[in-house]
């Protein structure tokens, strides 16, 4: 009742106010898990982030030093920014650009489609201890396969998670092999093209280039986008895969975001830190989707049916 | 889905028709095109293939160069004795009853609800709340996860697996929307009808929708399972104790364990062994659903 005189239109009349109960029956769940898995949690992590506070004590109010131990101070987090950065630009523009590439594979005329789609989605639903594990030795500088084939052919091997320059790469390529989400959306995407607008191009003339340029990729940038802004909510998240593989390591070269803050929360147990961490991360996630949403009207095209 | 693929499929036959001479040009395209496809699917699947290969490997073939891409003998009792290095059993346990199956039920149950009245009931405020509903997606697990953290805490449910489970049952934004855009597509006058004929509102979400969306609820359920079977980070932070380790956190000792002695005879074929029985489950639920999947990921990028 209160959410709607706060909203404060009008007075409800009776069956209005009988709809109101019902549906907030219905909703209730989330409106519970809403309060006390989101509201309170936000609050007490923005209030926790002005304090120090180590579980033991009560935490002490201490004001902005988080956040300037974290953005001035800090020696860790001048690597973790560009880390992360990096790592995630790498990965959201491969992945996507590899889904986007298959999909167009897949949706020329194949016999066999539904196999092909099937092995590419795979990987992205394969556990994530179990990529790290199987990636692992692949790619493991003595007996891993790739190196074990290099050292047959008197090759130098490639320390692949071992050297700081290329730990960073190799997570990119375990991120872009598991790129089958996008690619099902891609494949999905550029099955409902209208071939009609395929055909009207032939009959002005246009190639397979212009096709591709002007209807293809007009179609589906919807998709690309929606599978940009994903992908950087989620990369910037991302933690299992780089402590299983890595550990953050080698020489902090993968010590993304989410395992600092993580290291930071749950290993020397600095709640007030890592809530202010939480926070910045919150900020530069709205940042980047604003950013995204407001590039997205240049080169995004909805149609002419239900939105602009 | 399979009517516009075959539209698409009659589409395409026609308009190609008139051009259905082989050409040269045209059988070197399409050599290249399968050749591509060939080849990128190997080089998909090949990690797959070494994990499962490397499972059955023996001491000898760990440490041949060029590597063994096919053991001859295959040591199968490799699983056995893998399996009993640690107990994987119950971790297996741990994970299907104490986490995977309540978290099934709890987001079936609750989003099924939740979504019913953001999608198909109307009351004041539905719209303001769903889009509020809409903007937690945005919010980082990593905000909320310290004050959570301490919330359990306090509750003493650290070291079970409460902290991982009882929050499935208070719905989330994904599954809410994705429940409600099947929930929409089911003509009003269903509902309507049996309004006349007196049922409230709960007796149509179990008598007249739900039969119609169980492969919407197929689709939740599936991806709440995996969600779970697959989770590692929840259970690295609130279960420390290795009798109610689930599968996840087994498998990630037994790779630290190995890392710490380095490659030694079978360790690596006893790791490979267990990761490939953890993904099966996997595997198994993706050859008999892949429908399921591939429709449900198309459904919610569709219209976000």
């Keep these: 009742m209160t959410i709607i005189q706060r909203l404060g239109v009008r007075r409800l009349s009776i069956k209005e106010r009988r709809q109101l109960v019902i549906g907030l029956l219905f909703a209730s769940p989330w409106i519970l898990g809403f309060l006390m898995w989101t509201v309170y949690p936000l609050a007490s992590s923005l209030y926790y982030s002005f304090t120090r506070y180590d579980l033991l004590r009560p935490p002490v109010f201490i004001g902005l030093q988080n956040y300037k131990e974290i953005l001035f101070t800090d020696p860790h987090f001048k690597v973790v920014l560009p880390n992360t ?30 196999f092909f789609r099937a ?67 891609f494949l999905a995407s550029l099955q409902d093209v209208p071939r009609e607008l395929y055909e009207a191009a032939i009959v002005d003339g246009a ?6 340029w002007f209807i293809t990729i007009p179609m589906v940038s919807p998709v690309i986008l929606f599978n940009l802004v994903t992908g950087f909510i989620w990369g910037f998240q991302d933690f299992s895969l780089a402590w299983l593989m890595t550990g953050g390591g080698p020489n902090e070269a993968t010590e993304f975001y989410a395992l600092h803050l993580f290291r930071n929360a749950f290993r020397y147990l600095r709640m007030g830190k890592a809530s202010a961490m939480a926070w910045l991360l919150f900020i530069m996630i709205i940042v980047f989707t604003y950013l995204l949403f407001k590039s997205s009207a240049r080169w995004v095209y909805y149609g002419s049916d239900d939105r602009k | 889905m399979d009517k516009t693929l075959a539209q698409i499929s009659q589409y395409s036959n026609h308009s190609h028709a008139p051009k259905k001479k082989l050409t040269f040009f045209g059988v070197v395209i399409t050599l290249l095109k399968y050749t591509i496809i060939i080849l990128l699917s190997v080089s998909f699947m090949l990690p797959l293939y070494w994990m499962a290969m490397s499972a059955l490997k023996t001491p000898e073939q760990v440490f041949t160069i060029p590597p063994v891409w ?50 198909r009931l109307k009351w004041p405020g539905r719209d303001v709340l769903f889009a509020i509903c809409l903007m937690t997606m945005m919010i980082p697990g990593q905000v909320t996860m310290v004050p959570m953290f301490i919330i359990f805490k306090h509750l003493g449910w650290v070291n079970s697996f409460k902290p991982l489970v009882v929050p499935s049952f208070f719905a989330g934004a994904y599954n809410i929307f994705l429940l409600r855009q099947f929930f929409r597509t089911i003509p009003e006058e269903l509902s309507d009808s049996a309004r006349i004929d007196g049922a409230n509102e709960f007796q149509i979400l179990a008598y007249v929708i739900l039969p119609l969306i169980k492969p919407a609820l197929a689709v939740v359920a599936l991806f ?14 609130y279960i420390n104790q290795s009798k109610i380790y689930p599968i996840s956190l087994g498998l990630a000792n037994l790779g630290a364990a190995l890392n710490q002695v380095g490659i030694k005879g079978l360790a690596y074929p006893y790791l490979m062994a267990v990761s490939t029985i953890v993904t099966m489950p996997i595997i198994l639920i993706f050859f008999f659903a892949q429908r399921t999947f591939i429709e449900g990921i198309a459904l919610t990028g569709m219209k976000g």
């Excluded at chain 2, 056995?80 to 079936?108: H, M, Q, S």
């Design chain 2, 224 to 237: 709440s399972f995996m969600g779970a079977w697959n989770d590692y980070m929840g259970p690295l932070i």
């Design chain 1, 119 to 185: 092995i590419f989605f795979f990987p992205a639903i394969v556990p994530i201890t179990v990529v790290a594990m199987m990636w692992g030795y692949l790619l493991n500088p003595q007996f891993g396969a790739i190196n074990a084939m290099l050292r047959a052919m008197q090759l130098p091997i490639i320390p692949f998670l071992s050297s700081p320059d290329l730990a960073k790469p190799s997570l990119v390529m375990i991120n872009t092999w598991a790129c089958g989400y996008g690619m099902v959306l």
């Design chain 1, 207 to 212: 190639n397979e280039f212009h096709k591709f």
């Design chain 2, 70 to 119: 096919f053991p001859v003998p295959a040591r199968w009792v490799n699983y056995i004795e893998a399996w009993k290095v640690d107990e994987f059993t119950l971790y297996l346990f741990n994970t299907v009853f104490r986490y995977c199956i309540p978290v099934v039920i709890g987001t079936v149950v609750s989003n099924t609800l939740v979504a019913y009245s953001f999608g």
């Design chain 1, 85 to 114: 950065l990096y790592y995630v630009f790498f990965s959201v523009t491969l992945s996507t650009l590899a889904a986007f590439l298959v999909a167009c594979l897949l949706n020329t005329k194949i016999t066999g489609r539904p």
